[in-house]
C-alpha cells in the first residue's frame, strides 16, 4: 500500500514541480562548469547501493563526503548551492528514485556509500531493511544537528512504530520544517 501511495505522489509532484524543476536545472547550468544533477551512491534497503539524484549544489571538484566531514564546506558550495539546500530544493530529483523503487517519501534519509559508522549502527538495529526516505523521522528531529547515534534511535523508533498515520505526521512536520528551513546545517 506505501508503494502505490509514493508512486501515486511522485507522478503529482513531477506534475507540479516540473516546470520549477526545469528551471532550477538551468539555473545550475548557468551559474556553475558541470551538470545540473549529482548522482551519489547511497545505501538503500538492505544495504543495496542505488544512485540517487540530486541538484548539485557543490562544485564539480569536491570530495565525495558528508558535508559536515569537509574542512570548509562552504568554499565548495555552487553560487546558488546555498539557497538550494536551506530551501531543500536540490532534493526535488529524489523523485526519481521515488519512482524507481529505490526510496520511498518516509523512512530513514539513505546513508552515503562511505558513511560506514551510520552503515553499521543501522544494521545492528535492523534499520537496514526499511526502504530509505526522501524524508523520516530523525530528519523532523533534528536534520542535520543529530550526532549519528541519535539519528540513528531516531531510525530505529520509526522501524519500530511505523503507521500511515507516522508518515503522515513525518510528512506534516517536514512540510513546516523546510518552509522554516528548520535543522539544515550546510
Not at 558541470?34 to 545505501?43: E, T
Not at 570530495?63 to 568554499?75: G, I, K, R
Not at 553499521?120 to 542535520?144: C, F, S
Request: net charge positive; hydrophobic share 45%.
Amino acid at each position: 500500500m506505501k508503494r502505490i501511495g509514493d508512486l501515486g505522489l511522485s507522478l503529482m509532484m513531477f506534475a507540479v514541480f516540473s516546470i520549477p524543476m526545469l528551471l532550477i536545472a538551468i539555473m545550475v547550468k548557468l551559474t556553475s562548469r558541470g551538470p545540473a544533477l549529482y548522482w551519489s551512491d547511497r545505501v538503500g534497503k538492505d544495504n543495496v547501493i542505488f544512485r540517487m539524484p540530486k541538484f548539485r549544489t557543490m562544485r564539480i571538484n569536491t570530495p565525495a563526503l558528508a558535508t559536515h566531514l569537509l574542512t570548509n564546506p562552504d568554499h565548495y558550495l555552487t553560487p546558488i548551492g546555498k539557497f538550494l539546500r536551506k530551501s531543500s530544493l536540490d532534493e526535488l530529483p529524489q523523485l526519481i528514485s521515488i519512482l524507481k523503487g529505490d526510496m520511498s517519501f518516509v523512512g530513514p534519509r539513505p546513508a552515503l556509500f562511505n558513511q560506514d559508522d551510520l552503515i553499521e549502527l543501522r544494521t545492528r538495529k535492523g534499520v537496514h531493511v526499511l526502504t530509505p526516505g526522501l524524508t523520516g523521522w530523525a530528519q523532523v528531529n533534528g536534520r542535520d544537528e543529530l550526532p549519528i547515534p541519535i539519528k540513528v534511535d531516531l531510525d530505529s523508533y520509526y522501524l519500530e512504530n511505523r503507521s500511515f498515520l507516522l508518515d503522515l505526521k513525518i510528512l506534516c512536520m517536514t512540510f513546516s520544517k523546510v518552509l522554516r528551513s528548520e535543522g539544515v546545517k550546510h
